[in-house]
């Protein structure tokens, strides 16, 4: 059974701190990992990485992906209120049609 | 750009009950599906069509039924409503079905209840 699994579940910092979230995966057929941020309302799209060890960055957030150790990092630097949201991992399998399967997510709080 | 638009926002139903679910895109995708969000299980496929006239079962299709009869509109069917169908609700599409290239674009959902 295809299985991602992000931790922690939940993490609460105060503003500045840096984060780092965590997401591995056990899948049959690996296509790509994609970050997504969801605030109050709809999930947005973040990074989505296929090749080891090439970071992706955006502003002060970046994600690298490991294909060996089968894990994926999404870091957060001098983080703001604003920052707060689930962040969701979600592996696309290749099984025929393409799918994606979805970690729990890890709730992120940054208090001022 | 509407993007993906979901409605109702809100909608409290009676075990037993029907109704549908609408989404619509206007982005000309041809991927379309549709997932519930509950606490603690993160978001899990019900069904999805990667184009008009197709469409499949996603990982928890039971007591959902799906439609695909014009590019841009997907909707839900709930068949006789349970309380165990309690769920925020939430469409999404992409240009294709391979995600690496096209990332699922999200509505806004569907905050169902059953009682």
């Known amino acids: 059974e295809d299985k991602v699994v992000q931790s922690p579940l939940s993490l609460v910092v105060h503003e500045g701190d840096t984060v780092t979230l965590n997401c591995s995966y056990e899948v049959t057929n690996f296509r790509s990992l994609l970050w997504y941020k969801q605030e109050k309302k709809a999930p947005t799209f973040l990074f989505m990485l296929t090749s080891s060890g090439i970071e992706k960055k955006s502003g002060r957030l970046s994600s690298i992906l490991d294909k060996k150790e089968l894990f994926s990092i999404l870091n957060i630097t001098a983080t703001q209120t604003g920052d707060s949201a689930i962040y969701l991992c979600a592996v696309e399998v290749r099984s025929g049609s393409e799918k994606l399967v979805f970690g729990k997510g890890t709730k992120l709080t940054v208090n001022p | 750009n509407a993007g993906v638009t979901q409605t109702p926002k809100f909608q409290v139903l009676k075990t037993g009950q029907s109704m549908t679910l609408q989404c619509a895109q206007d982005m000309n995708h041809e991927y379309m599906s549709w997932y519930r969000q509950d606490p603690g299980m993160g978001l899990r496929l019900i069904h999805y069509?990667?184009?008009?006239?197709?469409?499949d079962q996603g990982e928890v299709p039971n007591g959902y039924n799906v439609s695909r009869s014009t590019t841009e509109d997907f909707p839900l069917r709930l068949l006789s409503a349970a309380p165990s169908q309690t769920s925020v609700y939430f469409c999404a599409s992409s240009l294709t079905g391979t995600h690496y290239n096209s990332p699922l674009h999200f509505g806004n959902g569907t905050r169902l209840t059953v009682t």
């Open positions: 069509s990667v184009g008009a006239g197709i469409t």
